[in-house]
């Protein structure tokens, strides 16, 4: 079975605050996703990375930065959180790189930032 | 541009009735298409999936049905339960099949 998981369920941050999110796959995937969701939006890629220290930019880059040391660990950051990024945030991760292959999403950090 | 809509971010069912959930697409382009479902506090999970060769798949309650040449997708629940309120995305593989593009999301409450 897949897991996905995210460091924090929760999480209640200050404005210009610097904020880690972390999220790790015990499957080997090869790809990693950082979505937002948002009432209305749907859900809105931020970053994905195809390998270890490989990244490109989604949607909505603008505000976010990622890291991927390791394989099994993609970590999203907010250089400094603002409140517009006040939001439930996801992570999932891929097995390969075909249009079939199913994304597979943690549970989820609901960010406020105040 | 979204390329992937959900014009209905709400649908409320009785019990036992169907759910027929709606998806547009407009790229001509898109090949797969994937439902997933979202319950509160969790991430979301794979529904079911159709490939643009087929117009239907069927899983279980679960049937999504493909028309390419009005670019629509809808998923037919029969019959609805309690437990399928959740919030429903309908999804499309973009850039070169390795990114999923989410529509908004459609809201579905059965009702007792």
């Known amino acids: 079975d897949v897991k996905v998981t995210q460091s924090s369920r929760y999480l209640v941050k200050r404005t210009g605050e610097k904020v880690f999110l972390e999220c790790v796959q015990d499957?080997?995937?090869?790809?990693m996703f950082w979505y937002r969701q948002d009432p209305g939006l749907g859900l809105r890629l931020i970053y994905f990375?195809?390998?270890?220290?490989?990244?490109e930019k989604g949607d909505i880059p603008e505000g976010y930065s990622v890291s991927r040391e390791k394989k099994e660990r993609f970590s999203l950051i907010l250089e400094s959180a603002s409140t517009n990024q006040t939001s439930m945030y996801l992570c999932?991760?891929?097995?390969?790189?075909?249009?079939?292959?199913?994304?597979?999403f943690g549970p989820g950090t609901r960010l406020t930032v105040l | 541009d979204q390329q992937v809509k959900q014009n209905s971010p709400s649908l409320s069912v009785q019990e036992g009735r169907i759910s027929i959930l709606n998806c547009d697409y407009t790229n001509s382009m898109f090949d797969y298409f994937l439902w997933y479902k979202k319950y509160p506090a969790e991430g979301p999970t794979f529904l079911i999936s159709?490939?643009?060769?087929?117009d239907k798949n069927e899983d279980g309650r679960f049937t999504v049905f493909l028309n390419k040449s009005a670019k629509h997708l809808s998923l037919h629940i029969v019959p609805s339960q309690p437990g399928d309120s959740a919030v429903y995305f309908c999804?499309?593989?973009?850039?070169?099949?390795?990114?999923?593009?989410f529509g908004t999301g459609t809201q579905l409450k059965v009702e007792l």
């Open positions: 999932a991760s891929k097995p390969g790189s075909t249009s079939t292959d199913t994304q597979y």
């Open positions: 159709i490939s643009s060769i087929k």
């Open positions: 499957m080997d995937h090869e790809n």
């Open positions: 990375s195809y390998d270890v220290k490989m990244k």
């Open positions: 999804a499309a593989p973009t850039g070169g099949g390795n990114k999923l593009t």
